[in-house]
């Protein structure tokens, strides 16, 4: 249902519609939708060329707004969700002309197909509002047969109905976001309502306006189908975001299902986050570590043959002559957003530090990497130095830690729960933090002899304590013993 009302809405744009209201009535378990717009409407010829099958082909030359593409939108749309199909339209004050299909009604007659002219007969008022109105169109469908997946129970129907409309919902928002960002924004679309409360939101797949969101140059790309233009986008880490905002931008399917490139034709969605089939030498595949990545990649409707869109304006293939480009466009971004995931933000749109100390370092041997902990950070070099002749009991203690660490189990974890927590640093800063920031403040202090501001420096150079710059800015100029 959700793609299929989208159609729908694409025939309000082309119209040049400002409003599209969706109202959705369950009436008894005798359940409606009606979507109508003020956009310029139709005069009765073009209604029954609207109404025909395939009445314009994909090799038509269309207007360069136009997100048609068969001329089958509107009926294969509706008929794939109801069995029968009322349009109502008016253009500049005209009187209203209406157009009705009833499979029932085809069926019956066994042979003919008959294009009727009314409502069918206790539906007139679902036409009324257009009455009302200069211009513009109502689309009705009624005798939902494809919704209930063949429940009888009501109670369970009438549920499957509700959750239908919060699918509708969210994907309007995310194929039509780009329409209805801003303050005045080229189309407004409310559902079941006609003020703000009602109205549908944009989902920006890119968090555009977000501070920390990384943005790639655009590239415009210049094809025998028109230009295409593509932009990378890297998103914040969530220790960035807040709660709600994490939970809100993971999408219905969650960050890692999101990644990917996102494919517009006008400005509207038609693929939203895939790898398309690139990568080398084997496609990519949606990985946790690459969860951030996303591109925004539009096209014209002169490259539907080339992009080799479905009739369902679902899903597109880039051509050969464009793979070997966007790959490099997409690795760039995976990349990236790599690194923002692996040091939790510190990649962001503000500039990394320029020398963070990690305890832990990858060394990459015959294609196999091994992780190990760098004997030269100054936490470790101060447990050396205490340890004396007992050095190479902390070194075996050391190999013993890199020799098990459950790289694998944390991968699963990782890819079957979400991101995994580092521990107690990796929250806000707890009394534990302050003490072991205390501690190696004292050792480079006193046991190493650096000035207050040489220790402050280097601890700023120091992970995981340069995620903390209040509470180093704070230490005393003669530590504590």
């Known amino acids: 249902m959700p793609a299929a009302v989208a159609d729908i809405v694409d025939n309000s744009i082309a119209a040049q519609a400002k409003n599209v209201w969706l109202q959705f009535n369950w009436a008894n378990g005798l359940p409606t939708i009606t979507i109508r717009d003020d956009g310029r409407g139709m005069g009765e010829a073009e209604l029954s060329d609207a109404m025909r099958f395939g009445g314009q082909g994909p090799a038509r030359v269309r207007e360069p707004t136009d997100l048609g593409r068969f001329g089958l939108g509107l009926k294969t749309a509706s008929f794939s969700q109801c069995r029968r199909l009322t349009v109502a339209t008016r253009r500049g004050g005209s009187s209203v002309e209406v157009r009705r299909w009833d499979l029932d009604y085809i069926a019956a007659a066994a042979r003919d197909w008959h294009l009727l002219k009314s409502a069918a007969e206790g539906s007139e008022s679902l036409l009324a509002d257009l009455h009302q109105a200069p211009s513009g169109t109502v689309i009705v469908w ?137 990568g080398a030498p084997r496609r990519w595949t949606k990985e946790e570590a690459y969860k951030l990545a996303r591109l925004r990649l539009d096209i014209t409707n002169a490259a539907d043959e080339d992009w080799k869109v479905d009739i369902r304006k679902s899903t597109a293939r880039p051509p050969q002559y464009l793979r070997s480009r966007l790959r490099v466009l997409a690795d760039d971004a995976r990349q990236l957003a790599r690194q923002v995931f692996a040091h939790r933000g510190n990649y962001g749109a503000r500039p990394p530090e320029p020398a963070v100390k990690r305890v832990w370092t990858a060394l990459e041997r015959d294609r196999r990497v091994t992780y190990r902990i760098d004997r030269k950070h100054a936490a470790v070099h101060n447990v050396y130095d205490l340890a004396g002749d007992q050095s190479s009991t902390v070194d075996a203690m050391l190999r013993i830690i890199e020799e098990t660490v459950p790289v694998q189990k944390i991968w699963l974890d990782a890819t079957e729960r979400g991101e995994v927590a580092t521990g107690g640093f990796s929250e806000l800063p707890s009394k534990e933090t302050e003490a072991i920031l205390k501690t190696v403040y004292r050792d480079l202090r006193r046991r190493i002899g650096l000035n207050p501001s040489t220790a402050r420096e280097r601890l700023m150079q120091m992970e995981p304590f340069n995620q903390y710059p209040d509470l180093v800015a704070a230490l005393p100029e003669n530590p504590e013993c």
């Open 142 to 278: 009624e005798l939902l047969d494809r919704l209930s997946d063949g429940e009888v129970d009501e109670e369970t129907s009438e549920t499957i109905f509700l959750e239908a409309i919060d699918r509708v919902e969210e994907h309007l928002s995310m194929v039509f976001h780009r329409y209805l960002e801003g303050p005045a924004p080229a189309i407004r679309i409310f559902i079941n309502g006609v003020d703000s409360a009602h109205q549908v939101k944009p989902w920006d797949p890119f968090m555009s306006d977000h501070p920390a969101t990384i943005r790639r140059p655009v590239e415009r790309i210049y094809t025998r189908a028109g230009i295409v233009e593509v932009q990378g986008f890297i998103l914040p880490h969530k220790d960035r975001l807040s709660a709600q905002a994490s939970e809100r931008f993971a999408g219905a399917s969650g960050w890692t299902a999101h990644q990917g490139i996102y494919v517009y034709r006008n400005k509207r969605l038609l693929v939203a986050g895939s790898w398309l089939g690139l």
